[in-house]
């Protein structure tokens, strides 16, 4: 049975569900920032997913990217899957641009993360599942 890690429970909201990942929002208004974690129990790699549920991640992923790179008119769209300090399989999908705080490093550890306030956790929740509607609908 699929269970969200506590540390990407604590640090992100829900946005929906695709076919086959969990869109999340990392809580850090400081950058566009989604996290797919796909739904397979114990998955802590990529190759670990069945070959046609890869294909699947990869059309998610490659869609999502797709929709953040023109909404939010990014740079660069940075796509990782770390897993060094959460092992369950997650990508993030973090919009860039050249003037952003950590540019051109990661954003990884060079500044803490700015949460959302309430109002403006709402708007962008709910801009996000408008913007990939197409696909958290395949989801449910």
Same mark, same amino acid.
């Given at each position: ?53 890869? !294909? ?5 992923? *490659?869609?999502?990217? +797709? ?5 939010? #008119? %990014?740079?660069? @769209? ?32 060079? !500044? ?5 306030? *309430?109002?403006?956790? +709402? ?5 996000? #599942? %408008?913007?990939? @509607? ?7």
């Amino acid at each position: 049975m699929f269970e969200l890690h506590p540390q990407l429970a604590r640090d992100t909201v829900r946005i929906g569900s695709m076919p086959l990942c969990e869109v999340l929002l990392m809580n850090d208004a400081g950058y566009p920032w989604l996290i797919l974690v796909p739904r397979y129990p114990g998955a802590t790699e990529l190759h670990q997913l069945s070959s046609i549920d890869q !294909q699947q991640f990869i059309r998610e992923s *490659v869609f999502v990217s +797709a929709k953040m790179h023109k909404h939010f #008119q %990014a740079d660069k @769209m940075n796509v990782a899957a770390l897993g060094n300090m959460v092992p369950q399989l997650h990508v993030h999908h973090i919009a860039r641009y050249r003037d952003d705080a950590a540019w051109p490093k990661p954003v990884w550890g060079v !500044q803490p993360a700015t949460p959302y306030d *309430v109002e403006e956790l +709402a708007m962008t929740v709910t801009t996000l #599942q %408008a913007l990939l @509607m197409e696909m958290l609908q395949q989801g449910s």
